[in-house]
């Protein structure tokens, strides 16, 4: 055996111990780097020569030293794969807590200044007014208090609309960052492999993939797939969306028209199918269902509209029943009439429902008597508002195949429906935040740097770098003291 | 489980927030006095106070149609008040009329008395008020009660001509007020219900009366007759008083039973939407407590690492 044998083992230990120095640092220089997870070295003992099995003094030949296995990064992918799930419904679910809160605020709270209050006001005006029907200040108080009803109905209208344009805007811009991700990964997908054609990992350039497909399942629900020879995909809803190199772009159609403002709506289809995107959870699917969401299920935009619009629809209708069944004032030049609309009846929509052109030129327009006012009859006759009253106190309206019992109690419903709606998301997204966030901590547990641990290390591998220098100088000293001889 | 310094960082951060957020929450609640600031943050509770809210505003509303119902009813006590006294006035001028000591011209001078009071009851009649005249019915713009060549009529119709049917039509012609769920009240009476109808009516029967009394020879048994009619029609104004007397009571009742409803109702509403304060501020004490604890472990938990301890 070499004289020299012991100096190539110092050497290797050297090498080996400085290559974990440099490793440690590197974890630790990256110890607050998003979606690094730390690298860790493997070694491995190098078997004796063959050949030299007997080296004089008859025992089997010693090892030469140390050998470096791997360098991998620590990794779960069970926790990778259960985050992004529970990162998906969390995208989803935090943006319908937000949406709801805010149309919960749309809708008025049903406190100060809502639509409630100001429905219960031309209720009370016209309770008033059915005791002095002869007095144009309670009538021009019930006009100005009307107005101001359709006035919020409108408004309201008019915020969710333009609140369902914005999550047009979302769905357009989600659908952009989902390409552009794609994009990203695919550019990743080609790096690694040419990398990883040297029989290295690329650690590092795998971090930042998986960063990427972490960032797209807060948008919409993925799953990812690596082949054998390291051909990595990632797909929505089945469909592939990156294959290697490839990206399967999606691109926006509009598809859905708004049957009142006209407004049309894009929505995800794949490029090359032609199918509708389905994208399971996500910030993409939240957009979606509160554009277009109609149903108690799945209350989005138009739900509340449709319940708006139906109050507007009952108020156009019932209203104008009662106030063409009735008289109204003389004033002016302008005689008794019958058959005269409380509401413009062309405009049943919550977005536009007004007053009747001849109740916005004088409040004598509202037919409170239930017969003929000229001379000197029936000028404090009520009679027919007492019908507008009772509607007050009704319990079979209904509207658009919508079941309203009485305007107020309607009203009631629809902000406490809202409200369950906005407390129940609020909730769930909480209690999935904090899901989420344990699974985050879970998977860095496994992959996160730790400091004390990566100082311990460093200790480590001075130490054994001292102690391979050593070797170096006792050897250095035995050779020394042969070739003295 | 390993735990690594980001994982500290990040938990320290949300127990931070957590802790924040809950002081933030009651010291909105201190500040605002109101339990909830948004109705999803306890729909249950929301509901109760809308429906409180709701009824509060309609025990207003009926409130302040009590108080226009009593304006309506005192002008009206009033008005029969004053028709009363007038009739009683001409009971005691027909009695002293019907004595046989007085001479013709007397009587004559106790007719033009009686015209008098007739007119005085027309002027009752035609009273107006807040709302326009008070008996006329559903004709408020227009003198209800009018005379030409000596017919009276009522809303333009005469007196004399009227029969019980028509009568009883236009007397029903008055507002009614919803004073409670459900309880309509009729506060106002018209003038037909102190005057009568047909040839029988306090008009006609006044006419008569100052005509016999002012022939040279009365009829005796003609007056008699006269003079029943004469107290009926007395005791019909006195039975509108007892009435009107009667409306007003309950009025004071059904007030009484609104006030009561009123503050229950705002109890229930303070209950429901309130803040306790005393409750609210150990709370909030509390929560600060917390946030502060919160701090001071995780600032020390953050700062230590192997570092401090190796040379």
Not at chain 1, 44 to 53: I, R
Not at chain 1, 68 to 75: E, G
Request: proline letters at 1%; hydrophobic letters at 35%; a negative charge.
């Amino acid at each position: 055996m070499s004289s020299f044998y012991g100096l190539e083992i110092g050497k290797k230990s050297l090498l080996v111990n400085q290559k974990g120095i440099e490793l440690t640092g590197h974890n630790l220089s990256n110890v607050n780097t998003e979606g690094y997870s730390r690298q860790v070295m493997t070694t491995a003992a190098v078997a004796a020569p063959s050949g030299c099995a007997l080296s004089g003094i008859g025992v089997s030949g010693i090892g030469s030293g140390v050998t470096i296995t791997a360098i991998a990064s620590v990794r779960s992918v069970f926790y990778d794969a259960m985050y992004r799930k529970e990162n998906a419904l969390l995208g989803e679910l935090a943006a319908k807590g937000t949406a709801y809160a805010y149309i919960e605020d749309i809708l008025g709270k049903g406190t100060q200044g809502g639509i409630l209050d100001a429905l219960s006001a031309v209720y009370n005006d016209i309770d008033q007014l059915s005791q002095n029907a002869e007095s144009s200040l309670y009538r021009e108080q019930l006009v100005q208090d009307a107005v101001t009803l359709t006035n919020i109905l409108n408004v309201t209208a008019s915020s969710l609309y333009g609140y369902q344009q914005e999550q047009d805007e979302n769905v357009k811009r989600i659908t952009e960052q989902i390409n552009m991700l794609a994009q990203q990964i695919a550019d990743l997908n080609s790096s690694i492999f040419k990398y990883e054609l040297s029989g290295y990992t690329a650690n590092d350039l795998r971090d930042q993939r998986n960063l990427l497909v972490d960032q797209l399942s807060g948008l919409a629900s993925v799953t990812v797939g690596e082949t054998s020879d390291g051909r990595y995909s990632v797909s929505i809803g089945g469909v592939s969306l990156v294959s290697h190199a490839t990206v399967h772009e999606i691109e926006l159609r509009a598809d859905t028209v708004n049957p009142v403002t006209g407004d049309t709506y894009v929505s995800p289809y794949w490029k090359e199918s032609g199918i509708r995107v389905e994208s399971g959870s996500g910030a993409l699917r939240a957009a979606l269902d509160i554009r277009d969401g109609n149903s108690a299920s799945t209350p989005g935009i138009p739900y509340y509209l449709a319940q708006l619009d139906a109050l507007a629809a009952s108020l156009v209708r019932e209203f104008n029943a009662v106030n063409q069944a009735g008289y109204t004032m003389p004033y002016g030049s302008n005689a008794s009439r019958t058959g005269v609309d409380f509401f413009d009846p062309a405009k049943t929509h919550a977005c536009d429902i007004t007053l009747s052109d001849a109740l916005l030129e004088s409040g004598c327009n509202i037919a409170a008597s239930s017969a003929e006012v000229a001379g000197a009859d029936n000028w404090g006759n009520s009679e027919n508002l007492n019908a507008l009253l009772s509607l007050r106190d009704a319990s079979g309206l209904s509207s658009d195949g919508i079941t309203l019992g009485n305007h107020e109690s309607f009203m009631r419903a629809v902000t406490i429906g809202i409200a369950i709606t906005a407390g129940y998301y609020a909730d769930r997204a909480e209690t999935q935040q904090t899901l989420t966030d344990a699974i985050g901590e879970q998977r860095m547990s496994v992959s996160g740097v730790s400091m004390d641990e990566e100082t311990i290390n460093l200790i480590r591998y001075q130490q054994s770098y001292q102690a391979a220098a050593k070797l170096i100088s006792v050897i250095d000293e035995m050779l020394s003291t042969i070739i003295n001889m | 489980m390993r735990v690594t310094q980001s994982m500290v960082c990040e938990d320290a951060i949300r127990n931070i927030n957590q802790a924040y957020g809950k002081l933030i929450a009651t010291q909105l609640q201190v500040s605002s006095g109101k339990i909830r600031s948004n109705p999803s943050d306890d729909p249950c509770g929301a509901s109760t106070s809308l429906y409180l809210s709701a009824k509060a505003g309609r025990l207003e509303q009926y409130a302040s149609n009590v108080n226009s119902a009593r304006t309506l009813v005192r002008e009206t006590e009033s008005a029969l008040t004053g028709i009363g006294e007038c009739l009683q006035s001409v009971k005691e001028l027909v009695i002293q009329a019907s004595s046989n000591t007085l001479s013709q011209s007397e009587r004559e001078d106790i007719c033009a008395e009686i015209a008098q009071y007739r007119d005085q009851i027309l002027v009752c009649l035609n009273a107006s008020g807040s709302g326009g005249y008070i008996l006329g019915g559903y004709n408020t713009n227009n003198t209800p009660v009018t005379e030409s060549d000596g017919t009276v009529c009522y809303n333009g119709v005469a007196l004399v001509d009227m029969d019980g049917a028509q009568c009883g039509a236009l007397s029903a012609q008055t507002v009614s007020v919803t004073v409670a769920d459900g309880i309509q009240m009729k506060a106002a009476i018209t003038a037909l219900d102190v005057t009568g109808y047909g040839a029988g009516n306090l008009f006609a029967t006044l006419d008569a009366l100052m005509l016999e009394l002012s022939r040279s020879d009365p009829d005796e048994t003609a007056l008699d007759g006269l003079r029943e009619r004469l107290d009926e029609h007395y005791d019909r104004v006195l039975t509108r008083l007892t009435e009107t007397g009667g409306k007003e009571n309950r009025l004071d009742m059904i007030e009484a039973r609104l006030k009561k409803s009123q503050l229950a109702v705002e109890d229930l509403i303070s209950r429901n939407d309130d803040v306790d304060i005393e409750e609210s501020i150990i709370r909030y004490a509390m929560a600060e407590q917390a946030y502060e604890a919160t701090l001071s472990v995780s600032g020390r938990t953050v700062r230590t690492s192997l570092l401090d301890y190796l040379d």
